[in-house]
């Protein structure tokens, strides 16, 4: 049974935003219906609630590349801000601004921050026109920090880098905003904002079986997996990594160094990843491991209108990895 909170994806994400932006230093925030009808699922919705705050809200029409530009424009001159976008595909629009202007801005420096926070459209149900779901070959372009979110930790980590100086993309996953809020009980946040959530109590004489490290937004698989595990008596540590472009896989080489067993699960659509940079840094320090992955594949059925339903099939996942026959 996965460990929810109370509260849905979005009102979670909301309740931290709040806090967030509830200072009185100026910050900007714009994008479609970001405080007009569902405000983004209720994701923004009521977020300036006084005249006090510093937040400036501002609705925008569907002119991506400009709004891009406009954020990087504020971030040359000192402000702070951020772009809400209903769709990451949307960005497509913007690869001159991504990559160019930004090119520029990392030459430059700034002392403020542009976060692009966008909603990552992986529910399987919309389309041949909304199915970029693919972090880190994304982000690749112009190597720029993009996070993902999955957790209630994650959020309060990951959501105060919108009034830190750089750039940055923050993603949502939409099929998230179908549940509530997890939060797994045992966690450790690590460098790079990779956070480690383990089925027991992190202690030196604790025993770990074996190591999951977790990618795009994967870690329900990977926290249910981790459960059925844990029934038997196995105990698993899961890297949720939540950077698309890890420069680093320090934290999961010194537990797959200690458990000689991984699992790799990523649920992005591509053929660039990250989960695979850390397979071959695993095969070159760690060659006597044994890997199990599961990896959503590309294919021209998952383009129309689907499911789009990832499972994994923990048995036959603990009997690879030489648990059980």
């Known amino acids: 049974m996965l460990p929810f909170t109370e509260q849905r994806y979005a009102s979670a994400l909301n309740g931290i935003l709040k806090d967030v932006l509830s ?16 405000c983004l699922s209720g994701l923004t919705r009521g977020l300036k609630t006084d005249d006090s705050h510093g937040l400036e809200m501002f609705n925008t029409p569907n002119c991506e590349n400009a709004m891009v530009g406009f954020g990087f424009g504020m971030m040359m001159r000192g402000i702070n801000s951020a772009f809400f976008v209903k769709q990451h595909d949307f960005l497509l629009l913007t690869l001159d601004h991504m990559v160019n202007t930004y090119n520029m801005v990392k030459l430059q420096g700034s002392n403020a921050g542009f976060t692009i926070v966008c909603i990552v459209v992986d529910s399987g149900f ?11 070959e994304f982000s690749s372009v112009a190597d720029f920090p993009t996070y993902s979110i999955s957790t209630q930790q994650e959020a309060e980590s990951i959501l105060p880098l919108l009034k830190e100086p750089g750039f940055r993309i923050i993603a949502l996953s939409q099929r998230l905003f179908r549940q509530s809020m997890l ?12 956070f480690c959530y ?19 937004f994967s870690l329900p698989q990977s926290l249910e997996l981790q459960h059925v595990a844990k029934q038997e008596g196995i105990h698993s540590e899961i890297f949720s990594l939540t950077n698309a472009l890890p420069k680093d896989f320090n934290d999961v080489l010194e537990s797959v160094k200690r458990t000689k067993k991984l699992v790799v699960i990523d649920d992005s659509r591509s053929i660039n990843r990250s989960s695979d940079r850390l397979r ?10 044994v890997v199990c992955v599961a990896q959503k594949q590309p294919s021209v059925e998952a383009i129309v209108p689907n499911l789009d339903d990832f499972q994994i099939d923990a048995s036959e996942v603990l009997a690879k990895l030489g648990f059980t026959s």
């Open 23 to 38: 200072g009185t230093e100026p910050f900007v925030l714009f994008g479609q219906n970001v405080s007009a009808g569902s």
């Open 198 to 216: 383990s089925s027991h109590l992190l202690q030196e004489d604790s025993n770990t079986d074996f190591t999951i490290a977790s990618f795009n």
């Open 280 to 289: 071959l840094a695993v095969y070159e320090q760690c060659p006597e491991c």
């Open 126 to 136: 919309e389309g041949p026109q909304s199915r970029l779901n693919n972090l880190s």
């Open 183 to 194: 939060q797994p009980e045992f966690f450790q946040e690590g460098s790079d904002k990779v």
